[in-house]
């Protein structure tokens, strides 16, 4: 991990709201693992002041600009516009300067090869996925349950496919594919698919019913969470979730920075991640 | 032209607070740095003049209820709650990588009684890795209704003079300027025995999300940091400066070179750098640099020079 002050190879609305942007980061890939994220600085003057938190799409390589050259190493990430930060991010261009702390936190433990796996994804919470898949994908079967409000909250699904996925769309209005909310989907799989490890990124009443489903039938299940950050790096303890065992009197918190932003399920407190308002930076910042 | 500066053609940066002396002004500010290990990734902490590690209690603090942070404009609120794994842990678990530096550490803690504001000293005392210890007084006293100790004249001066009496080692004072007169704690503190004063810490604030109506931390309050503190944070060490004998160590928004340089010329003799290592962890480097090169620009050979050279 490290900061890169590099550039924009592109930056485009690939959906209503939603962006997609490429950075070069030469060596970024060797240490990137799937579920890490990075913090971007938007611009060297403030506001924002802080950096925001964005999951890690993928890592990539492009043809030299000329022979005898390195091909450019790039990182891709997804982003909702939603406030100041990404505001700002949605006007960037080829060639803009940003910076790029990562890549941080822990990421996805792959598991048994053995096992199937279902992958659900919530609007922006496709994001961490896709590198999971991409380095599960050659060795087991893995299934892709991906949510929305609408067509326009459904990304990349496409790219999932290419992997060998197999793909669930589901919306709430029923303008692309099911319609109904993604866990009833992931019901339905896992009365098919009852071997199956489960992992979820998405808002957290999503992340709560998935939470519930996997608990009653006793699969494994990973989560990744979104939490709003000031460092990124385990320093200010700004981001911490309740961890299992949390009561007023003893208090277990987990840094979702350092100790996540995946856990496995059983190591957080269910009955109070509810409590805390969605309050994840992509909704926010 | 001295002849070091003759040799090397740099400047000399050395300062000395107290008998404590620093290759460089710079430090990070306690709770922003965490234990120096979450940042060595980032910068060399040798290149640092000190480490200020998180501020410590007796017993491990889980800290508050989230969220615990907001940004507002130019600032950010935090209400940590100093979560802290204690200083029994710290030394056994957290100190050791730090013996890997040269640079010295200066461990800041915190008591809610006076009994533990001297239990923590004493065990810090003995420990040779700990170079100098930062005392937070910004904490209330459970045992006497609750009244921060830091604001309060009497009960600072107990503070630190129960704290002098257990320790052997430098004792820097951290300040809150959540009070009216600065000036007045500053001497408090200095006749107690410190040897010398860092300030400020945060400024007491409140942010509200008008859709749910609720305060934006769940402690409802916390602490302002970054540049939005600091024309208050300068003022204050001026008026500090002024009214005590023993070095002040300037806190409060410093983000650029210029920022500290400031500081420095209203006769802060180091600084602290807090929020904007999250924004550049490697914010301290530049601004040492930044020094440099504005010494040079200058014709000054020495940062002695200019620590404490405001015109009036």
């Known amino acids: ?285 | 032209m001295d002849k070091q500066t003759m040799k090397s053609g740099r400047p000399n940066l050395t300062v000395d607070i107290g008998g404590l002396v620093l290759k460089n002004p710079v430090m990070p500010a306690s709770g922003t740095f965490g234990y120096g290990e979450e940042y060595a990734p980032f910068l060399d902490l040798n290149c640092l003049g000190a480490v200020v590690t998180k501020g410590l209690s007796l017993r491990p603090k889980a800290g508050n209820p989230t969220p615990r942070i907001a940004e507002t404009i130019s600032g950010m609120l935090n209400a940590i709650g100093l979560q802290n794994v204690g200083v029994d842990d710290f030394i056994k678990f957290k100190l050791p990588f730090l013996r890997e530096f040269t640079t010295p550490v200066i461990v800041n803690f915190f008591g809610n009684t006076l009994e533990e504001y001297g239990e923590v000293a004493a065990r810090l005392s003995d420990i040779p890795e700990v170079t100098a210890v930062e005392l937070n007084i910004s904490c209330p006293n459970v045992k006497k209704g609750g009244i921060v100790f830091g604001t309060d004249p009497k009960a600072a001066h107990e503070a630190v003079s129960t704290v002098r009496k257990q320790l052997n080692k430098h004792l820097m004072v951290k300040l809150t300027p959540n009070v009216t007169d600065i000036t007045v704690i500053a001497r408090a503190v200095e006749e107690a025995g410190a040897d010398s004063i860092s300030c400020i810490n945060t400024i007491t604030g409140m942010a509200v999300d008008i859709k749910t109506r609720r305060p934006r931390l769940a402690n409802r309050t916390g602490g302002l940091s970054g540049p939005a503190i600091r024309p208050v944070a300068l003022r204050m060490v001026h008026q500090v400066v002024q009214a005590v004998k023993i070095p002040v160590i300037g806190v409060g928004g410093i983000v650029r070179p210029m920022d500290a340089l400031e500081f420095l010329i209203v006769g802060a003799r180091a600084v602290q750098v807090g929020t904007a290592n999250f924004v550049d962890p490697a914010s301290m480097i530049t601004i040492i640099e930044g020094i440099e090169q504005f010494l040079l620009e200058e014709g000054l050979t020495d940062i002695n020079q200019l620590i404490g050279s405001l015109e009036l």
């Open chain 1, 1 to 285: 991990m490290k900061n890169y002050k590099t550039i924009i190879l592109s930056n485009q609305e690939i959906s209503p709201g939603y962006y997609r942007m490429r950075l070069l980061t030469p060596g970024f890939s060797e240490t990137a693992r799937p579920g890490q994220f990075l913090m971007m600085r938007v611009q060297q003057s403030l506001p924002p002041l802080l950096r925001r938190p964005f999951g890690i799409f993928r890592t990539g390589f492009l043809p030299a600009d000329c022979e005898g050259m390195p091909p450019k190493e790039y990182t891709e990430i997804l982003y909702k516009v939603v406030g100041r930060g990404t505001n700002i991010m949605a006007d960037l261009h080829r060639g803009d300067k940003v910076e790029v702390l990562g890549p941080l936190g822990r990421g996805f433990d792959v598991g048994d090869p053995s096992e199937e796996k279902i992958l659900v994804g919530g609007g922006i919470g496709l994001v961490p996925l896709y590198m999971l898949a991409e380095s599960l994908a050659s060795r087991c079967k893995v299934r892709l349950l991906m949510g929305g409000r609408t067509r326009d909250d459904i990304l990349a699904v496409t790219e999932f496919e290419r992997l060998g996925v197999e793909t669930y769309v589901s919306t709430d209005d029923g303008s692309l594919g099911e319609e109904g909310l993604v866990t009833r989907v992931l019901e339905r799989k896992l009365d098919k698919y009852p071997r199956s490890s489960v992992y979820a990124c998405g808002p957290m009443p999503m992340l709560e019913a998935v939470y519930r489903i996997c608990h009653r039938r006793q699969v494994p299940l990973q989560v990744s969470l979104e939490a709003l950050m000031a460092c990124g790096v385990g320093a200010c303890l700004g981001c911490v979730v309740k961890g299992v065992g949390h009561t007023e009197e003893s208090p277990r918190y987990l840094c979702s920075c350092k100790q996540g932003p995946v856990f496995r399920a059983d190591q957080l407190d269910w009955s109070r991640l509810g409590e805390e308002p969605g309050y994840c930076e992509g909704c926010k910042s």
